[in-house]
């Protein structure tokens, strides 16, 4: 599965950004997917995932009730939609895919490239 991650740009405190990951392939629909980021000086973090329905999801603590996963498995797509974006949300967005049973740790198989989110307070 390869992964193709885009809609990240610079965008005010308060704004709204959504990211998209295009994958490769027709089994998309047989990956859990998920969602990463690496700010500057910082260990890659999760944000949130997706089971293979889309029927289950987990969010950070950090993003809840502010970041929404979606996915349409007739476009090999996930989405992740930004809300209230705060500076510390500034990092690079990876979105991943896994093989494993879906659950809130659960590794990932596949790494897609980063996409440069940035908001200015």
């Known amino acids: 599965v390869q992964l193709q991650a885009s809609g990240g740009g610079l965008v005010q405190a308060g704004g709204s950004l959504r990211l998209s990951c295009a994958a490769s392939g027709r089994t998309f629909s047989s990956y859990a997917m998920g969602w990463f980021r690496q700010a500057p000086g910082k260990e890659r973090e999760f944000v949130a995932a997706?089971?293979?329905?889309?029927?289950?999801?987990y969010y950070a603590d950090s993003v809840k009730g502010r970041f929404t996963i979606s996915r349409d498995n007739t476009k090999n797509t996930v989405y992740l939609q930004m809300n209230s974006l705060k500076p510390e949300d500034t990092a690079v967005y990876y979105c991943?895919?896994?093989?494993?049973?879906?659950?809130?740790?659960?590794?990932?198989?596949?790494w897609g490239q980063g996409t440069q989110v940035t908001v200015s307070s």
């Open positions: 997706i089971s293979r329905s889309g029927g289950s999801v």
């Open positions: 991943a895919a896994s093989a494993s049973v879906f659950f809130s740790k659960m590794p990932y198989d596949y």
